[in-house]
């Protein structure tokens, strides 16, 4: 029996690092040849070639970001018009889709400074929800952005007196409380003085009248700016 007998995994190994030589003996030979026909010139465009594709693919996946959702402005809560407009914030180069309801009512185009604005948008009786998205053609939708409502109320808020209940009155007194009752939010003004009005709409406000008769306007206005009017007369008797 041999002193330096292989064994048989050794043998295969062997037979690995022979075949794994050839083929890169074979690589070398084909490169040559490559070298030698088409020039090193063109195999370094096709190298440089292959680099910028796969730049080009790293820099189109890192851009396909979606855009941020848009910012709606619309400077107040209620209106008595049936038609408003609506201006907002969004990414330049975007197109800004305006939702109603969450019902679809237009589309716009972003400017370079990043404003867009709704003309005439038409108002339902009642509360309007609005919202936006922004789209790019690389990068898809943005997320809804936050809702703004608006209320078209063309319905003037009531007004009751208490004190005086009526029209006229003589009194002997000049310091008088006028009181009575509207609706929650509005803004009463007495002979352009503001009153005070509580979360139930109860109102008051303390006058001094002038000798002889006094006209004393009451105002009351809603978030809409629709307003009801109603004038008393107070003749201080001394």
Do not use: H
Not at 38 to 56: A, C, D, E, M, Y
Not at 74 to 87: G, N, Q
Not at 95 to 123: A, H, P, R, Y
Not at 154 to 160: N, W
């Amino acid at each position: 029996m041999p002193e330096f007998k292989r064994s048989r995994l050794e043998r295969k190994k062997d037979e690995q690092i022979t075949k794994k030589t050839v083929f890169m003996g074979f690589l070398t030979v084909i490169v040559f040849v490559l070298i030698i026909v088409f020039g090193l010139p063109l195999l370094i465009k096709f190298s440089i070639l292959l680099g910028n594709t796969k730049s080009q693919k790293d820099t189109t996946s890192e851009n396909v970001v979606p855009p941020l959702a848009p910012r709606l402005i619309v400077p107040f809560e209620a209106t008595s018009s049936s038609r408003i407009k609506i201006d907002g914030f969004a990414e330049t180069g975007s197109v800004v889709e305006l939702l109603k309801n969450d019902q679809s009512i237009g589309k716009t185009d972003v400017t370079t400074d990043g404003n867009f604005t709704f003309e005439n948008v038409e108002l339902s009786e009642g509360e309007n929800s609005f919202s936006a998205r922004a789209t790019k053609e690389i990068g898809g939708s943005s997320e809804v952005s936050k809702v703004v409502s608006v209320v078209f109320d063309t319905a003037p808020p009531e007004l009751t007196m208490s004190n005086p209940s009526e029209d006229s009155l003589t009194v002997d007194s000049a310091d008088f409380d006028i009181t009575g009752k509207s609706e929650k939010g509005v803004n009463v003004t007495i002979n352009g003085k503001v009153a005070i009005v509580d979360s139930d709409g109860n109102f008051k406000l303390k006058v001094q009248l002038n000798s002889g008769k006094n006209d004393i306007e009451i105002v009351a206005k809603d978030t809409a700016l629709n307003e009801t009017r109603k004038t008393i007369s107070i003749t201080y008797d001394i």
